[in-house]
Protein backbone atom coordinates (compact mmCIF):
# COMPACT_ATOMS: atom_id res chain seq x y z
CA UNK A 1 0.00 0.00 0.00
CA UNK A 2 1.60 3.47 -0.78
CA UNK A 3 0.93 6.38 1.16
CA UNK A 4 -1.18 8.20 -1.07
CA UNK A 5 -3.75 5.36 -0.63
CA UNK A 6 -3.86 5.04 2.97
CA UNK A 7 -5.16 9.05 2.96
CA UNK A 8 -7.41 7.94 0.23
CA UNK A 9 -9.00 5.83 3.01
CA UNK A 10 -8.58 8.27 5.47
CA UNK A 11 -10.66 10.58 3.35
CA UNK A 12 -12.93 8.11 2.25
CA UNK A 13 -14.51 7.06 5.13
CA UNK A 14 -13.79 10.26 7.49
CA UNK A 15 -11.42 8.18 10.09
CA UNK A 16 -7.71 7.72 11.50
CA UNK A 17 -8.64 4.71 13.61
CA UNK A 18 -6.20 1.27 14.30
CA UNK A 19 -7.86 -0.84 16.45
CA UNK A 20 -5.36 -3.23 17.87
CA UNK A 21 -5.64 -6.82 17.94
CA UNK A 22 -3.97 -7.87 20.99
CA UNK A 23 -5.71 -11.09 21.63
CA UNK A 24 -5.31 -12.78 25.11
CA UNK A 25 -7.48 -15.92 25.30
CA UNK A 26 -8.25 -15.24 29.07
CA UNK A 27 -10.01 -12.36 27.89
CA UNK A 28 -12.43 -13.47 24.70
CA UNK A 29 -15.91 -14.56 25.08
CA UNK A 30 -15.70 -18.25 26.47
CA UNK A 31 -18.34 -19.22 23.80
CA UNK A 32 -15.07 -18.62 21.26
CA UNK A 33 -13.05 -21.29 22.77
CA UNK A 34 -15.72 -24.15 21.03
CA UNK A 35 -14.09 -23.44 17.49
CA UNK A 36 -10.88 -24.79 16.55
CA UNK A 37 -9.09 -21.32 16.46
CA UNK A 38 -10.56 -19.21 18.62
CA UNK A 39 -7.76 -16.30 18.70
CA UNK A 40 -8.77 -16.16 14.54
CA UNK A 41 -12.34 -16.34 15.33
CA UNK A 42 -12.64 -13.57 17.57
CA UNK A 43 -10.30 -11.38 15.14
CA UNK A 44 -12.38 -12.59 12.46
CA UNK A 45 -15.47 -11.45 14.29
CA UNK A 46 -13.99 -8.33 15.04
CA UNK A 47 -12.68 -7.08 11.81
CA UNK A 48 -15.94 -7.73 10.07
CA UNK A 49 -17.92 -6.07 12.90
CA UNK A 50 -15.33 -2.74 12.27
CA UNK A 51 -13.68 -2.87 8.88
CA UNK A 52 -15.75 0.19 7.32
CA UNK A 53 -14.83 2.18 11.17
CA UNK A 54 -10.80 1.67 10.90
CA UNK A 55 -8.31 2.36 8.49
CA UNK A 56 -5.58 0.28 10.03
CA UNK A 57 -5.16 -3.17 12.24
CA UNK A 58 -2.54 -3.65 14.49
CA UNK A 59 -1.97 -7.44 15.59
CA UNK A 60 0.82 -7.14 18.65
CA UNK A 61 2.59 -10.50 17.83
CA UNK A 62 3.63 -11.30 21.41
CA UNK A 63 -0.42 -12.23 21.88
CA UNK A 64 0.84 -14.29 19.06
CA UNK A 65 4.26 -15.67 20.08
CA UNK A 66 2.57 -16.68 23.92
CA UNK A 67 0.83 -19.46 22.16
CA UNK A 68 3.65 -21.05 20.16
CA UNK A 69 2.68 -22.54 16.54
CA UNK A 70 -0.80 -22.32 17.08
CA UNK A 71 -0.27 -18.54 17.77
CA UNK A 72 1.67 -18.07 14.92
CA UNK A 73 -0.58 -19.74 12.77
CA UNK A 74 -3.46 -17.75 14.32
CA UNK A 75 -1.47 -14.19 13.20
CA UNK A 76 -1.24 -15.92 9.68
CA UNK A 77 -4.78 -16.71 9.44
CA UNK A 78 -5.73 -13.21 10.74
CA UNK A 79 -3.47 -11.50 7.47
CA UNK A 80 -4.56 -13.50 5.20
CA UNK A 81 -7.98 -12.38 5.97
CA UNK A 82 -7.75 -8.88 5.94
CA UNK A 83 -5.74 -9.36 2.92
CA UNK A 84 -8.50 -11.07 1.29
CA UNK A 85 -11.34 -9.52 2.01
CA UNK A 86 -10.44 -5.72 3.18
CA UNK A 87 -7.38 -4.99 1.26
CA UNK A 88 -7.89 -1.13 1.53
CA UNK A 89 -6.90 -1.90 5.29
CA UNK A 90 -3.70 -0.92 6.58
CA UNK A 91 -2.04 -3.32 8.40
CA UNK A 92 0.57 -3.49 10.92
CA UNK A 93 2.58 -5.80 12.69
CA UNK A 94 3.64 -4.48 16.00
CA UNK A 95 6.89 -6.54 16.52
CA UNK A 96 9.23 -3.99 17.91
CA UNK A 97 11.99 -5.71 15.68
CA UNK A 98 15.62 -4.26 15.40
CA UNK A 99 18.80 -6.41 15.59
CA UNK A 100 22.36 -6.60 13.24
CA UNK A 101 21.54 -6.20 9.28
CA UNK A 102 21.83 -9.48 7.97
CA UNK A 103 19.23 -10.33 11.34
CA UNK A 104 16.69 -7.55 10.00
CA UNK A 105 16.86 -8.50 6.56
CA UNK A 106 15.38 -11.53 7.66
CA UNK A 107 13.10 -9.80 10.11
CA UNK A 108 11.60 -7.29 7.05
CA UNK A 109 11.51 -10.66 5.05
CA UNK A 110 8.86 -12.57 7.52
CA UNK A 111 6.66 -9.59 8.14
CA UNK A 112 6.78 -7.67 4.27
CA UNK A 113 6.98 -10.94 2.14
CA UNK A 114 5.88 -14.19 4.11
CA UNK A 115 2.87 -12.43 6.28
CA UNK A 116 2.73 -9.26 3.56
CA UNK A 117 1.99 -6.93 6.32
CA UNK A 118 2.33 -3.38 4.85
CA UNK A 119 4.15 -2.26 8.18
CA UNK A 120 5.98 -2.87 10.78
CA UNK A 121 7.35 -1.26 14.24
CA UNK A 122 10.87 -1.69 15.01
CA UNK A 123 13.30 -0.12 17.67
CA UNK A 124 15.95 2.06 16.66
CA UNK A 125 18.32 1.66 19.26
CA UNK A 126 21.21 -0.58 16.58
CA UNK A 127 21.26 2.62 14.16
CA UNK A 128 21.05 3.10 11.00
CA UNK A 129 22.33 -0.59 9.45
CA UNK A 130 19.52 -2.31 11.64
CA UNK A 131 16.20 -0.12 9.95
CA UNK A 132 17.67 0.61 6.63
CA UNK A 133 17.08 -3.34 5.59
CA UNK A 134 13.17 -2.70 6.77
CA UNK A 135 12.99 0.39 4.46
CA UNK A 136 14.42 -0.70 1.43
CA UNK A 137 11.30 -2.67 0.94
CA UNK A 138 9.24 -0.93 -1.84
CA UNK A 139 5.62 0.52 -0.80
CA UNK A 140 5.95 -1.11 3.08
CA UNK A 141 6.50 1.29 6.00
CA UNK A 142 9.16 0.83 8.97
CA UNK A 143 7.41 2.71 12.00
CA UNK A 144 10.14 3.73 14.30
CA UNK A 145 9.64 3.70 17.88
CA UNK A 146 10.36 7.67 18.94
CA UNK A 147 8.32 8.75 22.20
CA UNK A 148 6.37 5.75 23.80
CA UNK A 149 3.25 5.96 26.06
CA UNK A 150 4.70 4.23 28.50
CA UNK A 151 5.37 4.88 31.98
CA UNK A 152 9.09 4.29 31.49
CA UNK A 153 9.14 5.35 28.00
CA UNK A 154 11.22 8.90 29.55
CA UNK A 155 13.82 6.41 31.41
CA UNK A 156 16.47 6.88 27.96
CA UNK A 157 13.62 8.63 25.30
CA UNK A 158 13.97 11.73 27.51
CA UNK A 159 17.49 11.55 28.30
CA UNK A 160 19.52 14.94 26.75
CA UNK A 161 21.89 14.48 24.27
CA UNK A 162 23.65 17.19 21.95
CA UNK A 163 21.03 19.71 24.35
CA UNK A 164 18.01 17.34 22.89
CA UNK A 165 15.98 14.62 24.25
CA UNK A 166 17.16 11.64 22.97
CA UNK A 167 13.53 11.10 21.14
CA UNK A 168 14.26 14.30 19.02
CA UNK A 169 18.13 13.00 18.02
CA UNK A 170 16.23 9.51 16.93
CA UNK A 171 13.50 11.61 15.15
CA UNK A 172 16.42 13.68 13.39
CA UNK A 173 18.92 11.11 12.65
CA UNK A 174 16.13 8.73 10.97
CA UNK A 175 14.93 11.20 8.52
CA UNK A 176 19.35 11.21 6.97
CA UNK A 177 18.67 7.22 6.45
CA UNK A 178 18.26 5.60 3.25
CA UNK A 179 14.62 5.09 2.10
CA UNK A 180 13.45 7.69 5.10
CA UNK A 181 10.03 8.51 2.96
CA UNK A 182 9.05 5.16 4.28
CA UNK A 183 9.16 6.15 7.62
CA UNK A 184 6.63 6.22 10.28
CA UNK A 185 7.04 6.65 13.85
CA UNK A 186 5.26 5.86 17.40
CA UNK A 187 4.61 8.84 19.16
CA UNK A 188 2.08 7.91 22.59
CA UNK A 189 -1.26 9.68 23.74
CA UNK A 190 0.12 9.89 26.93
CA UNK A 191 2.79 12.27 25.67
CA UNK A 192 -0.02 15.10 23.90
CA UNK A 193 1.98 17.96 24.60
CA UNK A 194 5.33 16.64 22.87
CA UNK A 195 3.24 16.60 19.50
CA UNK A 196 4.04 20.44 18.81
CA UNK A 197 7.71 19.95 18.79
CA UNK A 198 8.18 16.92 17.21
CA UNK A 199 5.88 17.89 14.19
CA UNK A 200 8.53 20.55 13.85
CA UNK A 201 10.85 17.81 12.94
CA UNK A 202 8.54 15.25 11.38
CA UNK A 203 5.99 17.47 9.70
CA UNK A 204 5.47 15.10 7.09
CA UNK A 205 5.39 11.99 8.28
CA UNK A 206 2.39 9.60 9.80
CA UNK A 207 3.05 8.99 13.44
CA UNK A 208 1.19 5.60 14.77
CA UNK A 209 -0.23 7.03 18.22
CA UNK A 210 -1.43 4.70 20.94
CA UNK A 211 -2.72 5.16 24.51
CA UNK A 212 -5.90 6.39 23.21
CA UNK A 213 -8.64 5.32 25.73
CA UNK A 214 -7.53 2.66 28.00
CA UNK A 215 -3.79 4.37 28.76
CA UNK A 216 -5.78 7.99 29.10
CA UNK A 217 -4.39 9.72 26.16
CA UNK A 218 -7.09 12.18 24.73
CA UNK A 219 -7.93 12.30 21.04
CA UNK A 220 -8.32 16.19 21.22
CA UNK A 221 -5.36 17.08 22.71
CA UNK A 222 -3.21 14.47 20.19
CA UNK A 223 -5.35 16.38 16.72
CA UNK A 224 -4.61 19.82 18.01
CA UNK A 225 -0.53 19.89 17.06
CA UNK A 226 -0.49 16.68 15.38
CA UNK A 227 -2.90 16.75 12.57
CA UNK A 228 -1.40 17.51 9.15
CA UNK A 229 -2.98 18.14 5.77
CA UNK A 230 -3.39 14.83 5.09
CA UNK A 231 -3.84 14.30 8.51
CA UNK A 232 -1.01 12.25 9.35
CA UNK A 233 -1.92 9.85 12.35
CA UNK A 234 -3.22 6.89 13.29
CA UNK A 235 -4.55 6.37 16.36
CA UNK A 236 -5.02 3.50 18.02
CA UNK A 237 -7.54 1.85 20.27
CA UNK A 238 -6.45 -2.09 21.37
CA UNK A 239 -8.16 -2.65 24.70
CA UNK A 240 -11.31 -0.25 24.97
CA UNK A 241 -12.66 -1.68 21.72
CA UNK A 242 -12.05 -5.45 21.19
CA UNK A 243 -12.46 -5.40 25.21
CA UNK A 244 -15.87 -3.53 25.22
CA UNK A 245 -18.14 -6.53 25.40
CA UNK A 246 -17.97 -10.21 26.67
CA UNK A 247 -20.45 -11.89 25.18
CA UNK A 248 -21.96 -13.26 22.05
CA UNK A 249 -22.90 -9.83 20.98
CA UNK A 250 -18.86 -8.89 21.06
CA UNK A 251 -18.22 -7.93 18.19
CA UNK A 252 -21.18 -5.38 18.16
CA UNK A 253 -20.29 -3.82 21.03
CA UNK A 254 -16.58 -3.55 19.52
CA UNK A 255 -18.06 -2.15 16.61
CA UNK A 256 -19.87 0.83 19.01
CA UNK A 257 -16.96 1.74 20.50
CA UNK A 258 -14.74 2.05 17.17
CA UNK A 259 -18.26 4.20 16.11
CA UNK A 260 -17.75 6.67 19.10
CA UNK A 261 -14.32 7.09 18.04
CA UNK A 262 -14.73 7.14 14.28
CA UNK A 263 -17.08 9.84 14.96
CA UNK A 264 -14.95 12.07 17.63
CA UNK A 265 -12.45 11.76 14.38
CA UNK A 266 -15.07 12.52 11.77
CA UNK A 267 -15.66 15.68 13.79
CA UNK A 268 -12.44 16.97 13.99
CA UNK A 269 -11.38 16.58 10.42
CA UNK A 270 -14.69 18.39 9.39
CA UNK A 271 -13.48 21.45 11.81
CA UNK A 272 -9.37 21.57 11.61
Not at 64 to 88: D, F, H, Q, R, V
Not at 120 to 129: F, N, R
Not at 184 to 198: D, P, R
Amino acid sequence: MTKKELIYQINKKKSFLCIGLDVDITKIPSHLLEFEDPIFEFNKQIIDATHHLAVAYKPNTAFYEAYGLKGWKSLEKTIEYLNANYPEIFTIADAKRGDIGNTSTMYAKAFFEDLNFNSVTVAPYMGSDSVEPFLAFENKFTILLALTSNKGGLDFQGMKVNGNELYKEVLQKALTWKNSTNLMFVVGATKASYFKSIREIVPNHFLLVPGIGAQGGNLQDVCKYGLTKDVGLLINSSRGIIYAGNDTDFAKKAAKKAKELQQEMEHILANC
